[in-house]
């Protein structure tokens, strides 16, 4: 029943992502990526255009005026205090419309951004040589573009090097051997067409007898004024390679960075990225290695390894053929988009051209669009993935505690709204209407404290994630205990979460009739404070936080209430304290307590647990930050509509097979003159790949440390899984078959507590030490490391 027993690279053979025509159009083109460097093979009628991108390569300017000017949130909250709460606005207030605008300008220049890193042109003679499509095989990570070459056919076999920054590509005939004849008549390198004119121009080179060409662009730390020698020390680069096997005629051309091709018994050609500092990215004159078809084959066999091993750590076989399909294609968009060792993707990974990939500076945004593509690291036992996030909340600690100390006055780190993947020295975007919200600081690193509990891993937890929660503790702690939010003007004993923002709806508004107790803050930070409580207990820290444990227990002792109202429904959950239950939303915060905040689920008493499938199925939503989201929260209530939910995905497809952003209704921000997919031409959602997480839930359910199998899944269709992870280290497989759960093998990594609800009436416990008949609603048994537990019907 493990994955050695499934094949889930053949699982994933299955689904590779076709299509039957020329592709020209960036959304059109094969996505291919090594979680480093990434590729959109396109193919035009005339031409097969690659454009690359790279998760490290971004333009790093940063604008950070202003600094002086901001304040601090004391002396900025008790002017907003004196806004009459009867405007409609706070922006009637002509100082705060001056204060946003003066602290917006920032983030409203073109940079820091995802720069792109040029394209690969392969022109061909249209007139002899058609192109007919392409095939992309995720199990492989190859992409297969077919011409009809006069009397034959010819295949452009296309791969990006899983273990190095290049790619590679050569022509075979439809029986697998070098062709007679190569097809294309010209090569070309093409920096990026939206490359800022103010950036110093790519410096180009052709070598003629080495059948290469090559550019090389400097991107500055920050623009020097003209006549002063600056500071280059920061300065980055990227050189884009290409060249050709030898056996194909070369001819440079007056064009610049083009070649004329000519005939040959053999076409490879090498597609090689170097970026990093600009004083370590090689010159003009640099060299790369020939490729031929003998290099090509080697590349490809150490890739195809790496694939095999990606493929072998989870899989899926289920007779919902669609849903098995968005599970493998979104898994292998993931591999292809983040690696540890690589800077962690912002909201449209390592593809970008000309202005694709830039909207929001394709930044990290902190609520929710950073953190969900991780959500589907843990369960399908892809965790080393998740690194790439903790290195990126390494990165915004220091600025994080600098804006707790310095603007707030108070302990620990204030994560935020918006940061990019360069050195900050100041919040990017310190605009309170969004700035303040407080829900991003314990959503920020409540992913670390998943890493722990799905692996067990107390190294990984004692330097890795242990510091950036505490610093999150210190300052919801202090945030919660200062004077405005709490004590007799609240009419209660308990401490709030005042002022704040609720994601994407209200901004501030004035008297914060909406700025108080907000949902998501509250299960967040109740998740975040029970997180510390067991970390210390993991890690024994309990003697040295006995301060800090006490503060945190005071205010889960007097912790506010979810926020409720009456809707047609009965009770529902609401986003904040007063609000219509028939808001339209645009992320799902009124069921956040189910997910992420994991407060309620199948779990719950059965009063919450009616509230919360209330709040679920009177959720209306705008579309946009939903997909995943807001869906698996219906899985981890049971109450997913899987046809809906294919259909929904359906809607948001794109011809290379991965979902963009749509909108669902207007009636929130949006009218009914909004283009419905007006996101679809900003890039690569990133974020949608976790659409597998939401999958898993529906086969297998972990949060409260107790397994679940099955719970949102329809029991008439076959379903099987191998090696999920769950809460407490394990890998676990299982099948579902006519009606019942078949059985189940659960393998110990850690030697952890095993709890599974008991999907039988009597359970056979099957394992080395012996067999035993366990029952009642929970089984609970001690575990060794490295043992396998078998559980089948008794």
Known sequence: MGAEEMNTREQASKHAICYNRPAPDFFEGALLGNGGLGAVVTSRPDAVVIHFGHNNVWDIRIAEKHQDKIGTFEDLFARLKEIPAGYSSLSEEAWYREYVAMTSENYDFPYPRPMPCGSLLLGFDRRTTEVLGHKLSIDSGLCEIFFNAGDSFVTLLVFVDQNTDRLWATLRNSDGETPRANIFNRIKLIPDPNTPPELPKFAASVDVPANQLAFRQALPYSLKEEGVAGDTSKDKAFRLSARVSRGIAFQGSANGLEAKLGEGAEFTVSVELKEGLDANVPGETSIIESPDKESFSAAFVLSEKKWEDYWSRSGVALEDEFLERVWYRNLYFFQCSVKPDATCPGIFANWSYGRIGSEWHGDYHMNYN??????????????????????????????????????????????????????????????????????????????????????????????????????????????????????????????????????????????????????????????????????????????????????????????????????????????????????????????????????????????????????????????????????????????????????????????????????????????????????GPMGIWFENFALPAVVNECLMQSYNGIIRFFPNWPMDKRAEFSTLRAVGGFLVSATADEGIVQGIEIYSEAGSPLRVYNPWDKARCIRSRGEKTLTGDVLVMETEIGEKIRLIPS
């Not at 309170?432 to 991003?440: A, L, N, S, Y």
């Not at 429904?569 to 905040?597: A, C, L």
């Open 370 to 679: 950073t953190q969900q593509p991780f959500w589907l690291a843990f369960s399908s036992n892809h965790v080393e993935k998740h690194l790439a996030y903790a290195n990126m909340v390494d990165h915004v600690l220091p600025v994080s505690r600098k804006w707790a100390q310095e603007y707030y006055g108070l302990r620990g780190a204030y994560y935020p709204h918006s940061a990019y993947p360069v050195e900050m020295n100041m919040m990017p975007y310190p605009v309170p209407h969004w700035g303040w919200e407080v829900c991003e600081t314990p959503w920020t690193v409540q992913s670390l404290w998943w890493h722990y509990l799905y692996t067990m891993d107390k190294s990984f937890l004692a330097d890795r994630a242990y510091t950036p929660i505490k610093e999150a503790v210190l300052f919801m702690a202090d945030y919660m205990k200062r004077p405005d939010a709490s004590g007799e003007s609240w009419g209660d004993d308990r401490y709030h979460i005042f002022p704040t923002v609720v994601p994407e709806l209200y901004e501030l508004t004035p008297g914060f009739k909406k700025n108080s107790d907000c949902i998501v803050d509250l299960t967040l930070t109740k998740f975040l404070f029970r997180a510390f409580e067991q970390a210390c207990e993991v890690l024994g820290h309990n003697e040295a936080e006995t301060e800090l444990l006490a503060e945190v227990r005071d205010i889960l002792s007097h912790f506010p209430d979810y926020p409720t109202a009456e809707s047609q429904r009965g009770t529902v959950f609401v986003s904040v304290p007063g609000e219509d239950p028939e808001v339209v939303y645009n992320v799902p915060n009124g069921i956040s307590t189910v997910f992420p905040g994991e407060d309620h689920g199948l779990h719950s008493s059965p009063e919450q647990y009616r509230i919360a499938v209330n709040s679920y199925l009177n959720h209306r939503n705008e579309g946009g930050n939903e997909l995943v989201f807001l869906n698996l929260a219906g899985a981890r209530l049971g109450k997913l509509d899987l046809e809906r939910f294919k259909r929904q995905i359906d809607y948001c497809l794109l011809p290379n097979g991965t979902c963009t952003d749509k909108l669902l209704e207007s009636g929130g921000r949006y009218s009914d003159t909004t283009p419905f997919d007006y996101m």
